[in-house]
């Protein structure tokens, strides 16, 4: 019973393409969010949804684009694809808006852009 | 903005060894404080919290963190290491009004056996 599940868990394609990322959480929470890892395992937020309402909007090629249909999901589209983009992607929620609330993290998905 | 520093890349510890993790953070309000633990090809999961009260935090899987102000530290410590306690370890900041939490650049345990 997965509190937040992301697809796929691995993706790789070519440069130029198109992709996308999908979320879904279970635990009823507020907030959600996508971080990326790099390769030095650093993670970076990229955006944040509340309620359907970005709250954070970091600074991301406007090549990525989050959509969140409701607050149980919250998907990533990422357009031309760069090597650059290459990383683990991290979904995760919780239930205030984020800096005084804990995340609960899916599993990532590994991008590897060729 | 809050920013977080953990100072050790890696550290080894033989199994049965006590542990240090530390974690010193920049902020200038009363931080939130998380500590996650990640497994290889696993998405992080918490091990403790720190909000407010009592600067002693326990946390799951035997665990425990020490929030020091005048530091600015929030180092996490177990007295007995396991082998599956091997993992990168990441330790967070956040407040009580802002949207996000950040996240040092972690910290990989090796344990030998």
């Known amino acids: 019973d997965t509190a937040v599940s992301q697809t796929p868990k691995y993706l790789v394609t070519q440069m130029g393409n198109d992709k996308s990322i999908k979320c879904e959480q279970n635990?009823?929470?507020?907030?959600m969010y996508w971080y990326k890892q790099d390769s030095k395992k650093f993670l970076k937020i990229m955006f944040s949804?509340?309620?359907?309402?970005?709250?954070i909007n970091e600074t991301v090629p406007n090549r990525f684009s989050p959509k969140s249909p409701d607050k149980a999901h919250l998907n990533l589209h990422i357009n031309s694809l760069e090597l650059g983009d290459s990383a683990v992607y991290f979904c995760a929620s919780s239930q205030g808006r984020g800096g005084n609330s804990p995340l609960h993290f899916g599993n990532g998905t590994r991008l590897t852009v060729t | 903005a809050q920013s977080v520093t953990q100072p050790d890349i890696h550290i080894t510890v033989s199994e049965g060894a006590s542990l240090e993790l530390r974690c010193n953070y920049s902020?200038?309000?009363?931080?939130?404080l998380f500590w996650y633990v990640q497994s290889p090809g696993q998405g992080l999961q918490l091990l403790l919290k720190y909000f407010s009260g009592d600067t002693l935090v326990q946390g799951i899987k035997g665990f425990e963190a020490e929030f020091k102000r005048s530091q600015s530290s929030f180092n996490l410590r177990k007295p007995s290491v396991h082998w599956s306690d091997a993992a990168e370890y990441f330790c967070?900041?956040?407040?009580?009004?802002?949207?996000?939490?950040?996240f040092g650049a972690g910290t990989i345990l090796r344990v030998k056996s």
């Open positions: 902020y200038g309000a009363t931080p939130y």
């Open positions: 635990l009823g929470h507020d907030t």
């Open positions: 949804y509340n309620n359907k309402e970005l709250i």
């Open positions: 967070a900041v956040g407040s009580s009004y802002g949207n996000k939490l950040v």
